[in-house]
Structures are given as C-alpha cells and as structure tokens.
C-alpha cells in the first residue's frame, strides 16, 4: 500500500472529520462554474444574513482599504472581485462551524489565531511573490494545518500523546505526530482538503509545507506556493520565538534558500502582519493581546541582525541547529547511529497500536551476529567497533525506506517492518543476511568476515499480540535460528528452511 492509499484508509476510519460548511461548498460550487453571475452569488449569501455582515464588515475594515463604502455582496464582488469574496466567506464560514472554545489540553484559540497570522502572512508573501494567487493564499494560509484540527477532533485521546511527546521532546507538531501516529497532519490536511474538491493549488502546497524540498513537481506554480506556504508559516512562531535576533535570521536564511531575497523585506512583512491582524482579529472574534513594545522589540532585533558580522549570524543559526542534533541524539545509537535501544522500544510499541487500531500487517526482526566474541578476540574491540559501524551502514542500506533499524544491545539488531506479512519480512531478513554474508570488512588491512543470524516475527491481530509478546516470539525465532547452526533467517514457529 503506498503512503497515498495509506492516508486514505486513515482517514475513511476516523469520525467526525471537519468539512466545509454547506454555504461554503456552495460558494464553491458557483466559483467553478463558468456562467456564475452576481445574483446567483447574492441568492447564496442571502440565506445566511451574519455571514453577509461579517464579510461587509471586513470589506470596509481598514484591511482592504476601500474608499467607497460597501454596501451589498455584489457591489462587494464588483469591487474586490468573486475570489476575494469567495475567500473570506470560505474563512468566516470555517470559524464559524468550529468554534474556538479550549478543550482538555489543546488550545482552540491559539489555534485559530496562528491560522489567521498564517493567514495574513501567506497573502503579504504571495503580494510579492505571485500576485495573481494573493487573494486565494489568505484561505490557504489559513487552513494550512487543517490537519491538527481534524486529528484533535478524531482522535483526541491518541493526540493528546502527541501534544506530550511535543512538550517533552520540544519538537514540532509534525514530527511529534510521525512519533506517535505514523503519518502527520500534513498528509491529513492535503488529503481531506482534496476532498472538499479544493484544487491542487490548495493540497499540495498543504501536504508540503514543512518539507518543501521533498516536493517532486514540474508545476512551477505549485511549486513556488509551497515555498510561499512554507515561508508564511515560519512567522506565526514569532510570539513564541524567545530569541528575536536568531529568528529573524532563521528567516533571512529562508528568504535567500527560497530564491525571495529582493522581492520584500522580511522586517516589513513582520510589520504589516502585525498591523493587519490587528484589524482583523476583532472581526474573527478572536481577542488582541496587550503587546505595547512589540514593534520596538522587532526594530532592536533587526537593528541588531543588521550590525552582526555574517559569521556571527552562522554562528546562531548553528546554534538552532546544534540544539536540534543534540536532540537527535537521545534517540541514536552513538556508535552506529541507528535509533537505541528505548527508541525502538517506543517506535515498536506506537507501530503495534496502530497495526491493531488500522489492522495492518506488522513485523518485527531481532538480529545477532554470530560469533562476534571471536572478532574482539582475535583483532581487538577497536575492530570490533568498526565492524560493527560497518554492519550497521549494510543493514540500513539494504532497508526498505518504510522500515526502521536499531542497535538493540551489544552485537544485536532490531528492525521493524510496518505493513509486512511474514513472507514479506522472511524476505527482507534473508536479504539482510545474505548481504552481509557477502561483506568483506577491511580493518588496517585484515579483511574481516561476518554473519548473523535472523529472527523473525509478525503482528496477530486476532490474538491481540502485544509489544513484548512480538519482541519473545522474534527472540525465540533467533535463538532457533543459531541452534540451526547460525547465518540463517528463522520464522518464530514454522520450522521452515528456506
């Protein structure tokens, strides 16, 4: 199953997915057909009179700037155009249906207001950037992590062990959500906004947002709207970002990486993010902070960055990314740089609830290589070392992209293959064994050879297997698998010698 279908099946299990409110589907639907006219835009909006008000409001509000006062939806439309219209009843109507209320321990409003910062951000960004899309960026902008918001409300006792896991580890919502659940909000958001028959221009640069550069495309508009989308929602972190200095230049590095340096200026665009949600929060219902020096802290901090050496500026954003190796390397192992022990522990334990919650297929391999006393013995632990660094690189090359490796202890290895059946991993095991029957590891010119042994076992979900239980029947699997006479690839009990 690849990742799209994947998503797919995810989202046809969870309940009480958000979708777009009726009027807004019907919006939608005027804006796609070719023989829309006004009447037809004022019928829709005439069954839902607040929403009429709230979009008149905003349309006179100092955020579009009209000179001339704006009266009726098609005296809007004749004025800012049916996309600008579309947008802000798209986005009124969303609020308006999922309500901004905190729950248990996620913050609805936080949320809400990050979406309108990503919101504003994103349309200032695209303003310079690709003017044609600036209208429709404001609504992408704001349901770009549509995702989290479909996940809290599906499955809100599973995200509430990602909102730990992102507290405990500082990491961010995406990555805390692969931990967790195997696949993030991300891949959530662009699957369900194609749902509600949004184009590509919405879905992909929603499903790309965090990782631009992954993104294989040869549309060069979707393309750059995911760098936009990306770009924009690096400054919702603003007010959480302790160290202004290092944030500005996180940004900078980002502007110059995306090919934007010279099309704005990131300081101003701070600025008028500030400005205009300041007029716009109020008409979304959603309260303006006390933040009296907060314009002066973003000069101080630009008037700093500007008065900083060039080395100096590498320096910080080094620093951001020491802190995140640093926290790479509680879960890898130091000498292989495979996930450790605890690591694998935790992934196999989150891989095993959701093989059970999704009924997937599951497998897992324990591996030990045979005889390695011998190898210390006869060459020294600093070859022993080697070997084992080598060993690693084979066995992780030889992986699918799906499947994860750990040092589990000393000379043995542990691998977890979500989707695979047990023909499936007997498979993936006996070529590990076989490549590494083949290596030859040269060590200050001793040529060392190795094998190891395999242990294989698969999730049942009709008997309820368990993490430990998976862990015994592999182990069981690997002790048979050495009494056989050691290089071998053994099923926990099947007696089968392939």
């Not at 006792?157 to 990491?171: A, G, P, W």
Request: glycine share 4%; charged share 30%.
């Amino acid at each position: 199953m690849n990742q799209i279908n994947k998503i797919e099946e995810i989202i046809k299990g969870l309940e009480k997915l958000p979708t777009l409110p009726g009027i807004a589907m019907k919006i939608l639907e005027l804006v796609r057909s070719e023989d829309t006219n006004l009447k037809e835009i004022a019928d829709v909006f005439s069954t839902d009179p607040p929403l009429s008000a709230k979009v008149l409001k905003l349309i006179n509000s100092p955020f579009y700037g009209v000179r001339t006062q704006v009266t009726s939806v098609p005296h809007a439309v004749n004025l800012l155009g049916l996309n600008t219209v579309k947008n802000l009843a798209l986005s009124f109507s969303l609020l308006r249906d999922y309500p901004k209320v905190n729950k248990e321990d996620f913050d609805y409003t936080s949320f809400w207001k990050q979406s309108l910062i990503g919101a504003v951000s994103c349309k200032l960004i695209a303003e310079k950037v690709i003017p044609s899309f600036a209208e429709d960026a404001f609504f992408l902008g704001l349901i770009h992590n549509i995702g989290i918001l479909a996940l809290i409300r599906c499955m809100p006792q599973q995200y509430s062990l990602v909102l730990k896991e992102k507290d405990r580890t500082l990491c961010s919502y995406h990555e805390a959500e692969n931990q967790i659940l195997g696949f993030n909000h991300m891949e959530i958001g662009g699957s369900l906004i194609r749902t509600w028959g949004l184009p590509e221009t919405f879905s992909t640069p929603v499903l790309y947002h965090h990782n631009p550069e992954e993104l294989k495309t040869k549309d060069s508009k979707i393309e750059l709207l995911t760098k936009v989308l990306s770009l924009s929602s690096l400054f919702i972190d603003l007010d959480t970002f302790a160290d202004k200095k290092l944030y500005l230049a996180m940004l900078e590095s980002y502007v110059k990486e995306y090919d934007f340096t010279g099309k704005f200026q990131t300081d101003e665009i701070i600025r008028q993010i500030h400005k205009q949600t300041t007029q716009i929060f109020p008409l979304f219902d959603i309260k303006i902070e006390e933040e009296k020096a907060y314009l002066e802290m973003i000069d101080a901090a630009r008037e700093e960055l500007i008065n900083l050496s060039t080395d100096f500026m590498h320096k910080l954003l080094e620093q951001k990314r020491l802190i995140e190796s640093l926290r790479e390397e509680t879960i890898r192992d130091a000498l292989t740089n495979l996930f450790n022990y605890q690591r694998f522990q935790e992934s196999l334990e989150k891989e095993v609830y959701r093989a059970k919650r999704y009924n997937f297929q599951l497998s897992v391999i324990l591996a030990d290589i045979d005889y390695f006393k011998a190898v210390n013995d006869t060459y020294g632990h600093l070859a022993g070392d080697y070997s084992l660094k080598k060993i690693a690189e084979c066995l992780k090359d030889s992986l699918r992209g799906s499947d994860s490796a750990a040092r589990y202890g000393g000379e043995e290895f542990a691998f977890i293959l979500p989707e695979t059946d047990p023909d499936g991993a007997f498979i993936v095991a006996e070529r590990l064994r076989k490549d590494i029957d083949s290596m030859r590891i040269d060590y200050e010119g001793k040529n060392i050879s190795i094998t190891m042994s395999f242990g294989i076992a698969s999730f049942d979900p009709a008997n309820d297997t368990s993490k430990t239980d998976l862990i015994k029947k592999a182990d069981h699997a690997l002790y048979q698998a050495k009494k056989a006479g050691r290089n071998k690839c053994r099923l926990f009990d099947t007696g089968l010698k392939k």
